[in-house]
């Protein structure tokens, strides 16, 4: 489980409540790795998202759960290390869109930690995988955490901007009645031509984020 160190400290109050449920998830990661399996990503960096503060997100972008092959999960959403070739499927139609939507041209790598300094927050709705294994800890006990997370960024103030690709992020969206939200299909290439490609999210979050007062968002990331 990752470090409290690595937590902003106003996202204390939202986990404290949370402490059993977070060392009964400990406590199952440690078994099934004990059993064998390989746990992603590394226990450090499971709640990377959490290291934004609070106060500074403007955006919410829900993923599903983290890249399954070794080497790629990182703790947010859709990224993945700097050096990790070839990009995940997912990313590189993140990318495509962005540059139709925006002219933004692909980075050459998968590493948005940019996005994320500014105030992009790239949470999975579950935090851990095993290895190869995409979708294996569904039914671990992540739910109330990210959902407490949710209502955390629900009752601020300033309305933060939701993004939600794909059926499974938009089942949450009924816990977000506070934010405006931005819908479409999944970027994965199962499903990115029933609707993600030609969203245009990326200028409309901008745009979100204009009619609330806030600074937009520099898609184009520093090269690799």
Known sequence: ?????FI??????TLEPLDGVLQEIARKLAARSQAG??????????????????AEIKVLIMGQD?????????????????????????????????????GVPEAGHPDLGAWHEQGVMLLNQVLSVTASNAGS?????WAPVVEAIIATLNARKVPVVAVLWGAHAQKLGTLMNNMPQLRSAHPSPLSAS??????????????RLAEIG???????????
């Open 37 to 54: 399996e390989q746990i992603l990503p590394a226990p450090e960096v499971m709640l990377r998202a959490l290291s934004l503060p609070v």
């Open 194 to 207: 029933r609707g993600f490609f030609g969203s245009k999210h990326f200028s409309q979050i901008n745009r």
């Open 66 to 102: 983290p890249y399954p092959t070794p080497g790629q999960a990182n703790g947010l959403a859709f990224a993945a290390a700097k050096n990790v070739r070839p990009l995940p499927r997912s990313l590189r139609n993140i990318y495509k869109e962005l540059f139709v939507d925006l």
């Open 8 to 13: 902003a400290a106003d996202w204390v109050s």
């Open 137 to 141: 800890h569904q039914k671990l006990g």
């Open 1 to 5: 489980m990752a470090s409290r160190g």
């Open 214 to 224: 806030q600074a937009p968002i520099e898609w184009k990331l520093p090269a690799g």
